[in-house]
């Protein structure tokens, strides 16, 4: 095992991104079983923001009155733009950190204005000579009303840390 911890996030970690306003919860550092999480509500504007930024206009994303027509029935999150939150916990919380992969599944649709919380939880740590490569679970659920959560992307990524 490879005990030596991110001095910085060697306590309970909570960050507020100023830009975005999300907060970031957990404690995720070299050791198996650290995890963090965050939630977060997408907008139609950050929709189509990520729409005019990636060039995936598909009108499933952008256009209601479309969508309203699909099976979906409404405007859905970009899948890619659901899973950028495992990102965002990792370049929050571990400076340095450098995506080496990811994998994902998407199963099921994420629709406009519904609430996500996104997890990462530490499953192996590998000492490499440049740093830990974590290997790290990844995975999004919908929070309903009532509370329950259900899965919506699932997968694993590889991350680089530097050594403390």
Do not use: W
Not at 16 to 31: E, F, K, N, P, Q
Not at 43 to 54: G, M, P, Y
């Amino acid at each position: 095992m490879f005990p030596r911890v991110i001095s910085t996030l060697s306590q309970q970690y909570r960050a507020l991104s100023s830009a975005s306003g999300r907060v970031i919860t957990g404690r995720l550092t070299a050791l198996v079983g650290s995890k963090c999480e965050m939630s977060h509500t997408y907008s139609q504007a950050e929709v189509s923001q990520f729409a005019n930024l990636s060039g995936d206009n598909n009108r499933i994303h952008i256009d209601a009155e479309y969508a309203s027509k699909t099976p979906f029935g409404k405007p859905i999150v970009h899948g890619i733009f659901t899973s950028s939150l495992f990102s965002t916990i990792l370049g929050s919380t571990i400076t340095g950190a450098v995506y080496v992969s990811q994998s994902l599944q998407f199963l099921k649709p994420v629709f406009v204005d519904s609430t996500v919380l996104a997890k990462i939880e530490v499953l192996h740590v590998e000492k490499r000579k440049r740093g830990n490569l974590l290997t790290c679970s990844s995975t999004v659920d919908i929070v309903l009303e009532e509370g329950e959560l259900v899965r919506t992307v699932t997968g694993e990524a590889k991350v680089l840390i530097p050594f403390e």
